[in-house]
């Protein structure tokens, strides 16, 4: 068989792939984990969109996104903190899928850590006087009226700071899905009791 990967048939090789695919989402935008899609749920809804991965840390099974408080996914949380997570490197053909819990961060030294790192055009985003997801009658929001193309000054975009947070999800699993023409290949991990099995594909 050509080309076949390490983690192939080695299940403890998977983990730390994993997480290696993870932080290159957050390091380079050019990577496909850079851009997963994120569930969450309550008791009669299920809502999806795609997020930027902004952190992937290891050592404490945490990964983390920002968003605007204002937006449905926070009042979905409340409800449900329960969290997905779907990953597709096409390339490499494999599928990464992360349940875990979230914890919201408004104004506290983590947000203040990430704020300080975000550039001006990422800012614009929580600038809008409108929370995201309101009913308008024109098809731009009152900001991009204002703003057009324009990158904020960093006074302007210190007024974003309000509606800033940052979404950390203590993972506690992984399943993992590999594509391959000789075989597919699956496995999960819980992560708090350290285990792993394969499962069928
Ligand atoms: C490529 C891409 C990247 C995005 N990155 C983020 C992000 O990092 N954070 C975020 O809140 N929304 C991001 N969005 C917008 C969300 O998909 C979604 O439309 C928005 O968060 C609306 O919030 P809601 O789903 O809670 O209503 C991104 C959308 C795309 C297409």
């Not at 050592?59 to 920002?66: A, M, V």
């Not at 919201?104 to 975000?118: F, G, L, P, Q, R």
């Not at 614009?124 to 991009?144: E, H, M, T, V």
């Amino acid at each position: 068989m050509n080309n076949i990967p390490n983690y192939y048939n080695n299940i403890d090789l998977i983990l730390d792939e994993i997480w290696s695919l993870l932080q290159r989402g957050v390091a380079d935008r050019n990577e496909d984990f850079r851009l997963p899609v994120v569930i969450v749920s309550t008791t009669d809804s299920a809502e999806g969109r795609i997020v930027v991965l902004r952190g992937a840390f290891k050592d404490k099974n945490i990964l983390r996104f920002h968003t605007d408080f204002r937006s449905s996914k926070i009042k979905n949380l409340k409800e449900n903190k329960k969290i997905y997570f779907v990953f597709y490197n096409k390339k490499r053909k494999i599928q990464v899928r992360a349940e875990g819990v979230a914890i919201v961060h408004k104004d506290n030294e983590i947000t203040k850590e990430a704020w300080t790192k975000t550039q001006m055009m990422s800012r614009k985003c929580y600038l809008s006087p409108q929370a995201p997801g309101d009913f308008i009658n024109d098809s731009a929001s009152d900001l991009s009226k204002d703003m057009g193309n324009e990158i904020p000054t960093y006074e302007q975009s210190e007024m974003g700071y309000k509606n800033f947070c940052v979404i950390e999800s203590k993972i506690k699993s992984f399943e993992w899905l590999y594509l391959a023409s000789q075989g597919h290949r699956r496995a999960k991990f819980m992560l708090d009791e350290n285990k792993s099995t394969w499962l069928v594909p």
